[in-house]
Nanobody, 126 residues
Framework: QVQLVESGGGLVQAGGSLRLSCAAS????????MGWFRQAPGKEREFVAA????????DYADSVKGRFTITRANSKSTVYLQMNSLKPEDTAVYYC???????????????????WGQGTQVTVSS
């Protein structure tokens, strides 16, 4: 089992920045990738960004490219999501996810992940 705990959400004005953190614990030794997803009220959960544990390759949704950056700290089993130039449409609950399954890349769909955090609210005011 892998446990994920997110932190860093909050309220920010449009154009501002936030950094989310996701700390993984448990059987992290066989994690292939970690990602961030978000879900706004009345909408489906959507992919934001992902990073592969070995090599550090990253994938981003088109809507966040150039504004968000996903990084990892292997020694701490922690993933970060730096969010800059935030827009009101970025408002959502952000979820951290991890996968230890052999699934096709990119890691851009919820079904490819088998562990999820509890979510952290990000609200961007206009």
């Amino acid at each position: 089992q892998v446990q994920l705990v997110e932190s860093g959400g909050g309220l920010v004005q449009a154009g501002g920045s936030l950094r989310l953190s996701c700390a993984a614990s448990g059987r992290t030794y066989n994690v292939y990738a970690m990602g961030w997803f978000r879900q706004a009220p009345g909408k489906e959960r959507e992919f934001v960004a992902a990073i592969r544990w070995n090599g550090g390759s990253t994938d981003y949704a088109d809507s966040v490219k150039g504004r968000f950056t996903i990084t990892r700290a292997n020694s701490k089993s922690t993933v970060y999501l730096q969010m800059n130039s935030l827009k009101p449409e970025d408002t959502a609950v952000y979820y951290c996810a991890a996968t230890n399954g052999i699934v096709p890349v990119p890691y851009d769909a919820p079904y490819k992940y088998n562990y999820w955090g509890q979510g952290t609210q990000v609200t961007v005011s206009s």
